[in-house]
């Protein structure tokens, strides 16, 4: 079977896993691109919350300290690889510290550094943000061939549906702004 030419750059992407995802790690995932290269891909799961640790709680454990009111901000499993490491997506009106942000797109950027998280915690973080701890990454040709298999659908991000919507809400939400009604989608695949 050939593969359908997917050489387009998902960078600030969607990818939204379709019903019959069989992993469990990622069914009902949405997953936010922030790198997709022809060599690589990597993103963060934005719907899916850390049940085990609230924001302030990794802020303590980190001993950072809380200046007045440290603001609420989800925190994720981002994904199974390095999940030691945290990442913020967030807004682009924040510049970190000595570090360059990863800068997707002109409503979006990463920042994987302690200084945002401080910077956060002092309230001069950006507007927006989630904390994803771990990551999704794919090699060369794993993420098109995950596509071309009907694992994922694609859609635009929007800084409405990555940092508004409830974690529960994003999976539908994202399906919905492909235009289609999620009870509508099918676990099974076909090829014509």
Known sequence: MAMPD??????GKLLIAMPGMEDPRFAGAVI????????????LIINKPME???????????????RGSTPQVPVCFGGPVDMRRGFVLHSPDYAPRGEEALRIDHRFAMTGTLDIL??????RGPKRSLLAL????????QLEAEIARNDWLTADATPELVF???????????VQSLGFDPLMLSSEAGHA
């Open 52 to 66: 085990e640790i609230t924001f302030t709680e990794l802020m303590e454990q980190l001993d950072i300290p809380k």
């Open 134 to 141: 771990g990551y999704a990454g794919w090699g060369e040709g």
């Open 164 to 174: 508004d919507h409830k974690m529960e809400r994003k999976w539908d939400a994202a």
């Open 32 to 43: 936010f691109l922030c790198v997709h290269s022809p060599g690589q891909a990597m993103g």
């Open 118 to 123: 401080e910077d956060i915690a002092a309230g």
């Open 6 to 11: 997917l050489t387009h750059d998902l960078t």
